[in-house]
């Protein structure tokens, strides 16, 4: 660590002493004794190594800790580092907010990015897109048994990838929930082996102009309509859980997932932050720090880092012809 390019004296960077426009800054927590009283962050990730206990530590934008390791993470940001700067900027401002102007602030923030160059560079290197062999359009199962609605994503062909159709499916499902306090939960689950490898990448870039984007998430995006009846929500995750997926079901007042289930925030290495209400849902679960832990370094979270961390309740073994599982954790 010692010698390394971001690694800055943390009170001469506060003070001013030491001006920094650099993509990131490491603090080395073990060798901080002082700082004034007063922390103003420079616009960039500032991340801890070191003492996770440190007085300190709270008030930067992460600190390093596993699975996460340091190399992994810098090249992350330095990768992309304009979105990595939006991103703790946009994790700063958001305990503040109610659930609304947060979920209006994040696509904000997203329409940002939407139109920046790092999200262009990827768009264009990115393969090109089939135009035969697509699997079919999303579907959301319904069922209503008593005062309680089970839904279940219903693409299993694309890993329950969510298009719009799947996408508007849920925000009209949980729209006639916040509309009827009869039904008491909802529970969301996913069939296959895979619960969500989140929002399909074909529609990526499809709607260029970042400001019509926005409008179409504020009239369209399912997070608004499940973050009203998050209190009525129970999730159940196997296999992996990846972006909107992720960003959906952290809304829930109780998740659960199958041991072999796994979690991951990819959007930075696209330009781009989690843009279907994650850095509200996450950052309000596991908190601020992890929630950028996650984001900006894109690692995999297994299900028992998951349940450690509190993005899940409990774990659920998945055993064959029980669709429930039995909790083993949590």
């Not at 390394?4 to 003070?15: C, G, K, M, N, V």
Request: aromatic letters at 4%; proline letters at 8%.
């Amino acid at each position: 660590m010692a010698g390394h390019p971001h690694l800055l004296d943390a009170r001469r960077l506060w003070l001013g002493e030491a001006p920094h426009d650099g993509p990131l800054a490491l603090i080395d927590l073990d060798a901080t004794r002082d700082w004034p009283d007063v922390v103003t962050l420079p616009p960039c990730p500032v991340i801890g190594l070191g003492d996770a206990a440190h007085p300190l530590a709270p008030l930067l934008d992460t600190v390093v800790e596993p699975p996460v390791g340091l190399p992994g993470l810098v090249a992350q940001v330095l990768a992309q580092p304009v979105a990595a700067s939006v991103v703790v900027e946009l994790l700063r401002a958001l305990p503040g907010m109610g659930v609304e102007q947060a979920l209006l602030t994040e696509s904000l923030a997203y329409g940002v990015l939407q139109g920046s160059e790092g999200h262009r560079r990827w768009l264009a290197g990115r393969s090109a897109v089939p135009s035969e062999g697509l699997p079919p359009p999303g579907q959301l199962a319904v069922a209503r048994v008593g005062d309680g609605l089970s839904l279940a994503l219903d693409r299993p062909e694309a890993g329950n990838a969510i298009d719009r159709p799947l996408r508007d499916a849920l925000h009209d499902a949980f729209a006639m929930v916040a509309l009827d306090p009869a039904i008491r939960v909802v529970r969301l689950a996913a069939r296959g082996r895979v619960f969500s490898l989140g929002a399909d990448l074909a529609e990526f870039g499809t709607t260029r102009d970042p400001a019509v984007a926005h409008g179409i998430r504020r009239r369209t995006l399912p997070a608004r309509m499940i973050a009203r009846v998050g209190d009525r929500l129970e999730v159940h995750v196997q296999g992996p859980c990846v972006g909107a997926g992720l960003e959906m079901a952290a809304f829930a007042r109780r998740i659960t997932a199958s041991p072999r289930a796994w979690f991951a925030l990819p959007e930075l290495a696209m330009g781009l932050l989690p843009g279907a209400g994650g850095c509200v849902s996450v950052s309000r679960r596991i908190g601020r720090q992890r929630a950028a832990l996650m984001i900006l370094s894109g690692r995999r979270i297994s299900a028992r880092v998951a349940l450690g961390w509190g993005l899940v309740d409990a774990l659920k073994d998945d055993a064959p012809g029980d669709e429930r599982g039995a909790d083993i954790a949590g």
